[in-house]
């Protein structure tokens, strides 16, 4: 007998198998399944799925569309989350214990006058998403290893604080020199966490033009960092006052980062994950200074805060950069959690690190 009769026989015995075992009591149960719609219905739908289960390995096309259905669902999922991860909601209430307060401490003790608690909006999809306050453990586990890059303003310089208090501890004797040498006027800042590997630089830069300087030093280099968070603006609203020009430079950093981007798309060299520290809302009243009153208006600033929009700069409008929405969390803070209108109370960017560390399990598909 031949290969390819012997093929056939194969063949010709797999189908009468199937008639068999699997067509004739399909039929017989079709028969007594007639007698009661409904169960008819289900055995059809049982049936058919069935069917498509086993058959789907053996059909391309219907393994890549299954695949791709899981796909878009996934990428959904994710773009919702990175989208609800801004959802704080804040509660304010006064602090029962310093009722006697002395008026005479300084500014910052002020702050304290207040307690401040916070977590995500509730809701069946922010409850999907399962966002969570990452502990010192959990947020050393996602970092270690990694160079991060926090560059900007102030607010840059008090995000980086609260990362390192995140990860140090706030009352260790490590975080009193950190504080002291990272809050050195209009200076760098460099730190290495022997004990997770963790590379953390703080580079001073108060304008956009110096955060696309950044950029294309790192493409010079060719050394990228796993994480970066930026953002300027502050002090272009004080001393440059032109939202236009803002605008202008707001466009040309994010073709620096776009033009970044495709040389870390290679196996060896991963894209760095890319943040944007937005501006905190300012309370006019409460600004310091006659100039600063003038210059950061309400009219002024959300001329800025549109020439942000404008840009396509974040993920939200096309861009590169997911947003860390400093204004969102300052103004449902609100004035109870600013002493100038300006800097805010260290919650705040405490609140902004972890949405930073939660955005980073979405992309990073990594869960706790």
Request: net charge positive.
């Amino acid at each position: 007998m031949t290969l390819m009769t012997m093929l056939e026989a194969v063949q010709l015995g797999a189908a009468a198998a199937c008639v068999v075992v699997v067509l004739i009591p399909m039929v017989m149960a079709g028969w007594h399944l007639s007698r009661n719609r409904i169960l008819l219905y289900c055995g059809v739908i049982f049936i058919t799925l069935a069917v498509c289960l086993h058959l789907t390995p053996y059909f391309p096309s219907v393994s890549d569309f299954v695949t791709l259905v899981s796909s878009v669902v996934v990428f959904d999922h994710r773009s919702t989350c990175i989208n609800l991860v801004n959802d704080i909601a804040w509660k304010v209430k006064p602090n029962v214990s310093l009722q006697h307060f002395n008026p005479t401490h300084n500014v910052s003790s002020s702050l304290n006058l207040y307690e401040k608690r916070w977590d995500w909006s509730k809701s069946l999809k922010h409850d999907a998403c399962d966002f969570q306050k990452l502990s010192k453990s959990d947020a050393s586990d996602l970092l270690n290893g990694s160079w991060v890059v926090v560059t900007g303003d102030s607010q840059a310089r008090f995000f980086t604080l609260s990362l390192l208090n995140l990860i140090l501890g706030p009352q260790t004797k490590r975080m009193g020199s950190v504080r002291a040498d990272l809050f050195k006027r209009h200076s760098d800042y460099s730190i290495l966490v022997h004990e997770i590997g963790m590379k953390l630089d703080f580079v001073w830069a108060p304008y956009v033009v110096n955060l696309t300087n950044s950029m294309v030093g790192l493409k010079t280099k060719k050394s990228y960092p796993d994480v970066m968070v930026m953002g300027a603006g502050l002090w272009h609203m004080l001393h440059v006052n032109n939202a236009s020009n803002y605008d202008f430079a707001l466009r040309m950093l994010k073709s620096s980062v776009v033009s970044l981007l495709p040389l870390t798309a290679s196996a060896s060299i991963k894209s760095p994950h890319l943040f944007w520290l937005g501006m905190p809302m300012l309370i006019n009243g409460m600004l310091n200074t006659q100039e600063k009153r003038e210059k950061m208006s309400d009219r002024i600033w959300h001329a800025y805060d549109r020439a942000l929009g404008d840009s396509r700069l974040l993920r939200q409008t096309g861009g590169p950069l997911v947003l860390l929405d400093i204004q969102s969390l300052t103004w449902n803070c609100g004035p109870r959690c600013t002493s100038d209108g300006m800097h805010y109370d260290l919650v705040i960017y405490e609140a902004a690190v972890q949405v930073m560390l939660n955005a980073l399990l979405i992309e990073s598909h990594q869960s706790l």
